[in-house]
Structures are given as C-alpha cells and as structure tokens.
C-alpha cells in the first residue's frame, strides 16, 4: 500500500530527543492496530486531500512516540546485557514496511494490539540480534 503522504521514517539511535513538556490525552503508541489501520485507509482515500487531515499528524506522533519508546527500552535493556533487538545506530523503517506489518496481524487482534507493541515487534523482526 503505497502512502507517499505518509512519511514516516523510524530512526534509532543513542540519542533522546528532548521531551517538551507533559502530555495531555492517551500517550503515543496507545492507538491500536485497527484504529491505525482504518485512518491510514482513509486518508489513503482521500488522495491528495489527505495532506489537509489532522489525522496524518495523529499518525506520525503514533508512530514517532512509540520508536521513542522503544529507544529507551533498548537503552535499558543494552544496559542489562540482554537487548531485544540490534539496530544500527539510525535504522529506519518507512510506512510501508510498516503498515505490510501491522496487517500480517490477525484481523481479530489488531483491535487489541497497540501501535507500540508493533513498532516493537517490527524492529525486533528485521534487527535481532546475533547469536552470543
């Protein structure tokens, strides 16, 4: 599914963007699987409009909080010795990649996975790390 409009692209790396400020509403990542799903559809849908949509901001803070996220529990877990997964310093995931992810899910979970947990799962699959 090609979502140009959409560019999302995942970096890990040592660094940690500074946070500004709390946040109001659900933290990012929070957003289900499903839900994710059904506003990318939709913008798709919309074609060029779609560059007007609240929703691709929604997206991307989804998708930006939960590699977030997932940077600092790779910090801790490089720390205890034992890290679920090895990325390169900056990897990057594109939307696509993503979205072909969060399909491979069954239909009847995706209601109840986060898009924390596949952004996790995701960076887990395509960098695992050698064998010790």
Known sequence: MKLPWLCLALAVSTALPAQVGAQAGPQPGSMSVATFLAKAEALKAKGLMAAFSS??????????????????????EAASGKPSA???????????????????????????????????????????????
């Open 86 to 132: 090895c990325p390169p310093e900056r990897a990057a995931l594109t939307s696509d990649e993503l979205i072909a992810h969060m399909q491979s899910y069954p239909v009847a979970t995706r209601p109840r996975i986060p898009v924390s947990a596949a952004v996790s799962d995701l960076f887990r699959k395509r960098f695992p790390c050698p064998a010790r």
């Open 55 to 76: 929703d691709i901001g929604l997206l991307k803070a989804e998708v930006t909080g939960s590699a977030q996220a997932f940077r600092r529990q790779l910090k801790a």
